[in-house]
């Protein structure tokens, strides 16, 4: 703990991907505010997420609300200059977001079109290099970045399909991108998480049953809570995790050490 008592007293971040209050980058930001942080926010621009996302946001006293879609570099320019004339500086920044064509998160991953295949890689991967390489001048303190990934990057997870390729190239970006930023004293890892019910969850075919049979057989038998991501997020992002880069680490009730199925 630092003398203070609050882990992140002082520390300016930035949030992407709250859509409402089951969203991973919100169980995030909640422990993060909790232990002091001040945040700014970025939401897609249409009404279903601005509505919600917005009130999230000044529920916590956030001195910057805006939209941002990562496929728009001039949104991410007018951001990052909001953020630099607004602190001059970022401690952390959780990036929380992925999108693919859902006609896709089903069937079979051989027949993914060239085009969701871009835009998935683009949306759900490219973007965390285009964001790191934006935060980099406004960490000259060292900083922590953070991205959220499954373990349909790892294993065939039933129609998780190309976006578990996605998330292959954005765990091996976590660790390109440590290392190009570790000797300035940033930060870059992965929170692989449990299955979690969320808009984007749900996106995913089959997901009812991927969410009952990962609760079934998980070393815990049950999936992760909101508040467990969210407090193993904060911990990434605070100096209790300051000797850590270029992890992937998971919060999955220990899912991925399991090697057989626990039904009876
Ligand atoms: P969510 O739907 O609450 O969040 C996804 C966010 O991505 C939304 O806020 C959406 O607005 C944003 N987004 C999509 N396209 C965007 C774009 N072009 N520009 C800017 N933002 C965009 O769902 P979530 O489950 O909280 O997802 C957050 C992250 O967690 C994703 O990377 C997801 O893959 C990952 N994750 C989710 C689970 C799960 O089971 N839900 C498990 C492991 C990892």
């Given at each position: 703990?630092?003398?203070?008592?609050?882990?992140?007293?002082?520390?300016?971040?930035?949030?992407?991907?709250?859509?409402?209050?089951?969203?991973?980058?919100?169980?995030?930001?909640?422990?993060?505010?909790?232990?002091?942080?001040?945040?700014?926010?970025?939401?897609?621009a249409h009404e279903g997420i601005a509505r919600r996302a917005i009130p999230l946001a000044e529920s916590i006293g956030s001195p910057l609300i805006m939209p941002a879609d990562v496929t728009d570099p001039a949104s991410l320019d007018a951001l990052f200059?909001?953020?630099?004339?607004?602190?001059?500086?970022?401690?952390?920044v959780v990036h929380s977001l992925a999108f693919s064509d859902r006609n896709e998160l089903s069937g079979r991953y051989v027949d993914t079109s060239r085009d969701n295949f871009l835009m998935t890689l683009d949306i759900s991967c490219y973007s965390l290099t285009d964001l790191t390489r934006r935060a980099e001048p406004l960490m000259a303190e060292g900083?922590?970045?953070?991205?959220?990934?499954?373990?349909?990057?790892?294993?065939?997870?039933?129609?998780?399909?190309?976006?578990?390729v996605a998330k292959a190239a954005l765990?091996?970006?976590?660790?390109?991108?440590?290392?190009?930023?570790?000797?300035?004293?940033?930060?870059?890892?992965?929170?692989?998480?449990?299955?979690?019910?969320?808009?984007?969850?749900?996106?995913?075919?089959?997901a009812r049953y991927v969410y009952q049979w990962m609760e079934k057989n998980s070393a815990m038998r049950r999936n992760p809570t909101l508040d467990e991501v969210g407090n193993t997020g904060l911990y990434l992002i605070s100096p209790l995790s300051n000797g850590v880069t270029g992890e992937v680490h998971y919060v999955d009730c220990g899912y991925n050490i399991v090697g057989m199925g626990m039904i009876d």
């Open positions: 703990m630092t003398g203070s008592g609050q882990l992140l007293e002082g520390k300016k971040g930035l949030v992407m991907g709250v859509a409402n209050d089951r969203s991973l980058a919100w169980g995030i930001a909640r422990a993060a505010h909790a232990q002091g942080a001040e945040i700014a926010f970025t939401h897609q200059e909001k953020i630099d004339t607004l602190w001059g500086k970022l401690d952390f900083g922590s970045i953070l991205t959220l990934t499954y373990d349909g990057s790892q294993r065939v997870i039933k129609s998780y399909n190309v976006m578990g765990e091996a970006s976590v660790r390109y991108l440590a290392n190009d930023l570790g000797p300035g004293g940033i930060r870059v890892n992965a929170l692989s998480a449990g299955p979690m019910r969320t808009l984007a969850g749900a996106g995913v075919g089959d």
